[in-house]
């Protein structure tokens, strides 16, 4: 028995190290140029156990809309785990929505395979919700700030709810 969890440990962690995670992220770059979403610029490092992209300009239908600072993701079969840290809008669509997210984090596991589970902070509020890829739904609630509760600029994009400001969309 000793012997099967040592044998399952080291394929498990060979497995994770060797898989090919700068593949799996132009895979993902793939799916996010369908729904007219381009990351581009990035400076992208494998360490191993996880992937380290730096410096990546967000683009949407040719618009520069964010500059992500840092984005590691920690692909590790069973449960996948992605940080993301200073996301800023560009001062091209800063004058219609000012967003700087201080972290955000994905998760997904093997429980829910379907479902990406999101948790962040910005300077508007606490954000949470899920992307259900089996519906292609995402549904995001903000707790906001009290001094933004004021401005409705990013609020016409949320419905207010018991749970909360509730944003949802679905993509193709």
Known sequence: MKKFIIYFAVIYL????????????????HFLKKNSLIVSNEKIKDFGFL????????????????????????????????LLKN?????????IINLQI???????????????FIKGEANIGKISGSLDLKKRA?????TPLASFKNKKSL???????????VYEYSFK
């Open 14 to 29: 060979s497995l994770i190290f060797f898989m090919p995670k700068e593949n799996l992220w132009f895979t993902a770059e």
């Open 51 to 82: 992937l380290d992209i730096r410096e990546g300009n967000l683009y949407f239908e040719d618009l520069k809309i964010a500059k992500i600072k840092d984005f590691k993701a920690f692909p590790y079969i069973f449960y996948n785990l992605f």
């Open 87 to 95: 996301i800023n809008t560009t001062k091209e669509v800063e004058n």
């Open 102 to 116: 201080k972290n955000l984090k994905l998760y997904q596991s093997v429980i829910k395979p379907f479902k990406v």
């Open 138 to 142: 995402l549904k995001l609630v903000l």
């Open 155 to 165: 609020l016409r994009f949320f419905k207010k709810t018991k749970e909360g400001f």
